[in-house]
């Protein structure tokens, strides 16, 4: 295995194609295809289902490109420290729906970490692609919103991922509450994600579940404010 071989994989998954991969990479098709089967074979995995529409990455695929990823930027950052001028940075990226509350975190981390040793990202999408970039390890954290009417689903799908739901009214409380030593209570303020689809494969939200939402806003504000 080679880290050309890891970059042709990942290519291969981020084009969808062989052909447009190849053109991107300026090697032949059966250079690039005769390469993923080595690297297949080597690994004793399969990465990409074969069919007549086309390729698709299978399950096993998914984990072992998560990997790869990880392996290609940590040689990215020997390469930028030892032969570059200016050293190399770790990636730190978060993807979260549109909340106000972690666009303020992240840039407080910003401001107390400093942009020397990081390179720091904020994605703001949709739920079901928070999840498969903290599944796929293009994010180190993803925040989402969960309540009684979601958390099941949620929950299966994050264990589907083998990953770990973060999210509680708890964890949110005491959050308030360490951001109470920075600054007054009565300026903090909760903002809940907007209650409707932004997009045709946005959140579908029943009535039920956007009264849920408010819901517990207003719990975790009576328990915090009184």
Known sequence: MTLQQL?????????????????K???????????????????????FNRTN??????KEG???LGYARQVLEQAAILEDKYKGDNGGKKKFCVSTQ???????????????????EYDFSLRETQ?????????????EIGILFLNDFNEKVITKILKSYDLE????????????????????LDRLYLSPQCGFASCEIGNKLTEEEQWA????????????LG
């Open 127 to 139: 739920t079901y692609e928070i999840i498969e970039d903290v599944a796929k390890m293009r994010s």
């Open 7 to 23: 970059k042709y994989a990942i290519t291969v998954a981020e084009t969808g194609t062989i052909t447009e991969a190849a053109n």
């Open 53 to 58: 529409k086309g390729i698709s990455i299978s």
């Open 165 to 184: 739901l973060l999210e509680n009214k708890e964890e949110v409380i005491n959050r308030i509450h360490e951001a109470e030593k920075y600054i007054p």
């Open 213 to 224: 939402k408010l819901t517990l806003v207003k719990d975790i504000a009576k328990e915090v």
């Open 98 to 116: 549109h909340y106000s509350f972690a666009v303020n975190a992240f840039v407080d981390l910003i401001k107390k970490i400093g942009q020397d």
């Open 62 to 64: 998914e984990d072992f």
């Open 25 to 47: 990479l300026y090697i032949s098709q059966p250079s690039l295809t005769n390469a993923i089967h080595e690297l297949e074979k080597e690994m004793n995995i399969i990465i």
